[in-house]
């Protein structure tokens, strides 16, 4: 069965500025596609058995003066892995 997770939300710190992102709290730090995956499915995201073959991104809140910044961001994710949709 294939499955696309239709929520999932991706983050760069490195690049752009998320503010309810807290300094010292577990999500102050960059959350790639290959953390998501190996949180989703425990393994490696380029793993060929991988049951999630697709997810939709979903914006993650960065400061609103990054919003163009965080599409364009996402739109190099999608290029260089096709599950992002």
């Keep these: 069965m294939k499955v696309i997770d239709t929520h999932a939300h991706l983050w760069n710190i490195d690049t752009l500025r998320y503010p309810w992102i807290e300094r010292g709290s577990p999500f102050d730090r960059t959350f790639s596609l290959q953390d998501y995956f190996q949180s989703a499915m425990g393994r490696s995201a380029t793993e060929p058995q991988a049951l999630i073959s697709g997810l939709i991104f979903v914006e993650a809140d960065a400061a609103?003066?990054?919003?163009?910044?965080?599409?364009?961001?996402?739109?190099?994710?999608?290029?260089a892995d096709s599950r992002v949709r």
């Design 64 to 79: 609103s003066s990054c919003s163009l910044q965080e599409a364009r961001w996402v739109q190099e994710v999608a290029a």
